[in-house]
T-cell receptor, first 115, second 113 residues
């Protein structure tokens, strides 16, 4: 089973604030991902990482940034929150494992509301 | 064509019936496919993965992959009200060693008692 954690689970914050959403996994997976999902809508990949100090932007134009200083930790930062950032943010991780490659496991998500 | 497309539903079946969920894919994905279940307000949960042509069974779930026709399906036998959720089909991007997946929009399933 996946051991991937996200904090906070819920966040309500005012416009212009800087926020960091935390994601940690204890499985030693080398690959980690951030998705954005609005209610009833599809997942959009916003950032991914294939190892320490290796990150890439995804499909969705995002004003967020990420870092990967440790294998287990992949935080996402919004320098200046806006109401358009209101969404659910999902973190996932995977590894190339013999017999079960690229299975992604998701954390519980952070529901962000920017007022 | 999008990389992964699902019949959007919603799909409604009675308890005990077989629910059939379908997904088609483009040439931009590889032969690694996944089905996730997502309850309302929750995160996706991996329920099946399939990598080779044919059927793969796990309990009440059967995943089917047909490479010639480029579709993958999920059958849920003896459907239960607790199976009511959105089911997401996903596939690995072709050539991606980074494990990048493309997700469909999901099919909402309701199982009524």
């Amino acid at each position: 089973e996946a051991d991937i954690y996200q904090t906070p689970r819920y966040l309500v914050i005012g416009t212009g604030k800087k926020i960091t959403l935390e994601c940690s996994q204890t499985m030693g997976h080398d690959k980690m991902y951030w998705y954005q999902q609005d209610p009833g809508m599809e997942l959009h990949l916003i950032h991914y990482s294939y190892g320490v100090n290796s990150t890439e932007k995804g499909d969705l134009s995002s004003e967020s940034t990420v870092s990967r200083i440790r294998t287990e930790h992949f935080p996402l930062t919004l320098e200046s929150a806006r109401p358009s950032h209101t969404s659910q943010y999902l973190c996932a991780s995977s590894e190339l494992r013999q017999g079960r490659p690229y299975e992604q496991y998701f954390g519980p998500g952070t529901r962000l509301t920017v007022t | 064509q999008k990389e992964v497309e699902q019949n959007s539903g919603p799909l409604s079946v009675p308890e005990g019936a077989i629910a059939s969920l379908n997904c088609t894919y483009s040439d931009r994905v590889s032969q690694s496919f996944f089905w996730y279940r997502q309850y309302s307000g929750k995160s996706p949960e991996l329920i099946m993965s399939i990598y080779s042509n044919g059927d793969k069974e796990d309990g009440r779930f059967t995943a089917q992959l047909n490479k010639a026709s480029q579709y993958v399906s999920l059958l849920i036998r003896d459907s239960q009200p607790s199976d009511s959720a959105t089911y997401l089909c996903a596939a690995r991007a072709r050539g991606s060693t980074l494990g990048r997946l493309y997700f469909g929009r999901g099919t909402q399933l309701t199982v009524w008692p």
